[in-house]
Each structure stands twice: as C-alpha cells, then as structure tokens.
C-alpha cells in the first residue's frame, strides 16, 4: 500500500484476545508449544463468543484497536477535539485474522465498501507441512511423524468448531471474501493486481477464470430454492460457456422453471409451501426414533413424546450437536435439481459435448453431483464455498483430486480436479471492472499511475464513526478470562 501513499497497521485478532486474559491465563499461552498455543487462543476466542453470546463477539476488540491507533495519531497532531468527528485517510487497516462469518457482516454493515476481504489459502498438504514445521520448532525436534495428527486436528478444529454456532467457523467464513488468492507459489503479483484493481487500474479485465464464476454467480440469482441459491456453468476445451445451471426445481418442458411461465405450471417449491427435504428428513428422524422407542425404550422424560425428543434434537437444546450429525445431513429428498446436474443435463439435451470440460460452481459440488461429475468426463472443478454435507472425497477418494490431498491415497491418472477459485469473487466484480474514463477528449489512452490515484471505494462520508464508537462500546461486556481451565475447553 506504500506506493499509493498507504500507512498500514496490522490487527492481530490473537493479540487482542491474549490482552483480555489475566496474567495467569496469559502466561499459560506464552509458554506453551506452537500446537497447544494455537489451540487455547481458538478456544479462549470461543470463550469470548459463548460469554456475550455471539459471532462477532471479537469485533468491538478489533474497533477499539483501530480507534485507539486513530487517536494516537491525532493526539500526536496536537488534536484535542472530539475524536468521534475525525476521520483519516490514506490509512489502512490489516485485521489477521477472520474466523466467524458474524465478524465479517458486522464489519461491513459498519464500515460498507470501505471494508474490503482477502482470504488467502494453500493446498492441504501444504499447510499440514507448514504446521508440522512449526510444531516441530516449538519442541526443538525435526520428527516429523510425531506431529502429523496434531496438524491435521488443527486443521480441522480451524475450520469449524463442532457443535457450536457462535463457535470457531472458517469454514463458513472464508468464502465471504472479496478476493481469493493462493499463497502457492509467487502470490505478490496477484496482490499488486488486486490494488490496482483497487485503486481504478483501467485496463485491468477479467481472466477467464474470474468471468465463467461471475456468470455461474449470475445464473444462481435465478434460483427460488428455499434454503441457498447455487449457480454452475460448463466450459468446453476451448473455454466457451456451453451449458448453465441453478437449483430449482425441474420442468416437464425441460430445464427448470422460468418466472413468467404461466402460474399454472409454476410448481417451485415456494408454492408447493414447504422444503420437502427438510420436511421428509423429520419424519426419517422421527421414524427411527419411534422405532427405537419401541423396540429398545428411552428413560422416562422422553418416553412416548417423540415429538418432544425431535424438537430437542433439531431445533433446541441439542441442535448445534446433532446438526454435525450425517441423519442431519440428508440431501436426497429435495424436489430441486442441483445446479451442476442441471448444467449437465442441459448440454445433454442440447447435444452438446461437455467432455473434458470445466465446471465454475458456487459451491461444492454435493456427491450426487460430484458422481455425475466424474461419469461426464468433467476434468476440473472450481468451487467458491464449502460444503460440508458433501462425500464426494469419501466416496470417490480415487476418482477426484480435492485441494491436492491426493498425497494421502492413490489416485488415478484422469481423476477430477477440484480446487478453490482464485481472483476477483463475484460478489466485488462491477466494483473493480466497471471501466472508468480510458481516454481524454482527443482519443488517446490515459495514463495510470498508483501515485495519483483514489480507491474505487473510497468516500468522504465518515457515517461509520459513530456505528463504530457505538460497537467499539460493547468490549465492556467481555469479562477478563480468569480461569486457565477455559483453554482447555475443547
């Protein structure tokens, strides 16, 4: 950010959650190894969710950080008005890092356009290599295999942290992202590419990757479904867009059902009333239930109130458990085609060839999907959101390459390769490749340059201040962690 005359300050989420421990608790993450520290500073932040009772409970450490940077600065100024009325430009705020989808609305329901996301990953392999290395340098041992299961927990704990809602959620966090880029590799030019697009480079556009996952986002909107609207497109070899897809539910003339189609013949899920995948999966649940209850019993306070029981397990006290739960999980009754199904049956009742082809979806492809994948000859998939109810890897641990975890298990030669998307996410593309002015008034191209331009998202309204003093407020409500056994809460 220097060479567009950016002072950067960089938040570190750990830092401010270490700061709201007392010392004993502070001193207990201090000295212990890399494995055990990272893993107490993810369940002191859970800590801090469960105790204010929400997502973003982190978020008024974060405004308390950036506003106390900011009055530094104006004290050193000489500034003694109130603080709450002055805004700062040309300064730029690093947050490491996100964990919980809330902390990402909230921000932007704060700061709007001028809060922009990068998430930034590496292959699986690579980051249980890059973990052991640090584990391995905590204990002062170059054993490798003493530590891999270790990596691999933390890992999965990083991800999502099971039976919570408030807890620990990367997994539905990272997606949520402006820009997505691999540290595989050289990752600095695809940021410089990114702040240029940032700051109005006009002669930036889309790579082909960036423009088929903004058409598959495009074909999503037109999806009704009831619970997540899903979009898919199929390129052939040549990279044209041969065959689109969304989830709804199918037509008898084809397709799926268009709006404006004679009200007749719209039988969306909408207007039969109900999800009937959610609807069927509680009358499974209840029926294996009512069966155990029958032939095996239950005690007392559920005995012959089953309805009781499915409530309890589905909607109340055992809800964020028994979602993790594969009956909880059960995708095979909706009504919907799934968007990448959709886009393969198209071309199939278009004629055209799909083989070799790459499939852009918006999220993971489903294993029903996943198994029509394969079948048609896809040889890539790039995905944007996780979805964790798929089995694709499960299932076909030989027929797909996923996140290059094929390290684990042979694979064979022609396997599917999924990977995540990188580049410019659908949801900030008009914002960085709406073409400003390209040439003045004679007909010439207009220079560039990072040291006289503006950010695309930059305005001169300082509306946030006050949502995030009012925000910034709320850290009184995050009591001293205290108790050292709160670390070791997992």
């Not at 000295?31 to 409970?57: E, P, Q, T, W």
């Not at 998430?119 to 891999?148: E, P």
């Not at 559920?302 to 995708?331: C, P």
Request: glycine residues 6%.
């Amino acid at each position: 950010m220097k060479p567009y005359g950016y002072n950067c300050f960089q938040i570190r989420v750990s830092q401010l959650i270490t700061a709201v421990c007392d010392d004993e608790v502070r001193l207990k993450i201090d000295d212990a190894k890399f494995g055990d520290k990272v893993r107490y500073l993810m369940n002191a932040a859970d800590h801090i969710r469960r105790d204010v009772n929400s997502g973003a409970a982190t978020v008024p450490l974060i405004l308390s950080r950036i506003r106390h940077l900011r009055q530094e600065f104006l004290l050193k100024e000489g500034c003694s008005i109130d603080f709450e009325d002055i805004e700062l430009y040309n300064r730029c705020y690093i947050i490491n890092s996100l964990k919980h989808p809330d902390e990402v609305k909230l921000l932007r329901k704060i700061y709007g356009s001028k809060f922009i996301m990068v998430s930034a990953f590496s292959g699986y392999q690579s980051r249980i290599k890059n973990l052991i290395q640090q584990i391995q340098k905590s204990h002062q041992t170059t054993d490798k295999k003493a530590f891999h299961l270790e990596a691999k927990k933390l890992i999965s704990l990083d991800q999502k942290k099971p039976g919570s809602k408030i807890g620990q959620n990367l997994s539905s966090t990272f997606h949520l992202a402006d820009y997505f880029v691999s540290t595989e590799g050289k990752y600095e030019p695809k940021l410089k590419k990114f702040l240029q697009l940032l700051f109005g480079h006009p002669y930036i556009t889309p790579t082909r990757d960036e423009m088929h996952m903004f058409e598959a986002q495009a074909v999503a909107f037109r999806s009704s479904d009831l619970s997540r609207q899903i979009g898919a497109v199929i390129v052939d070899r040549d990279d044209y867009v041969v065959a689109r897809g969304c989830n709804d539910v199918p037509s008898p003339k084809g397709g799926v059902f268009w709006e404006g189609d004679d009200d007749n013949c719209d039988n969306r899920d909408f207007q039969k009333g109900r999800d009937f995948n959610a609807v069927k999966k509680l009358d499974v649940i209840k029926g294996f239930l009512e069966f155990l209850d029958t032939n095996v019993g239950f005690s007392s306070e559920f005995e012959g109130n089953i309805d009781a029981l499915v409530n309890d397990l589905v909607f109340g006290k055992f809800e964020g458990k028994f979602k993790d739960l594969r009956i909880s999980n059960l995708i095979e009754f909706g009504r919907v085609v799934h968007a990448e199904m959709h886009a393969i049956v198209e071309a199939a009742r278009r004629g055209v060839s799909i083989d070799g082809g790459t499939v852009f979806t918006t999220t993971f492809p489903c294993h029903m999907c996943g198994r029509h994948i394969i079948a048609a000859n896809i040889s890539r998939v790039v995905y944007i959101e996780p979805y964790p109810k798929s089995m694709t890897r499960e299932l076909y641990d030989h027929e797909v390459i996923i996140d290059d975890e094929s390290g684990e298990s042979d694979v064979l030669d022609q396997a599917v390769k999924f990977e995540p998307f990188t580049g410019v996410a659908p949801r900030f593309f008009e914002n960085v490749f709406s073409a400003p002015k390209r040439k003045n008034k004679e007909g010439y191209v207009l220079d560039w340059s990072e040291h006289s331009v503006l950010p695309r998202c930059a305005g001169l309204s300082n509306a946030h201040l006050p949502k995030e003093a009012i925000m910034a407020a709320q850290i009184i409500k995050i009591t001293k962690i205290s108790d050292p056994k709160v670390l070791d809460n997992v």
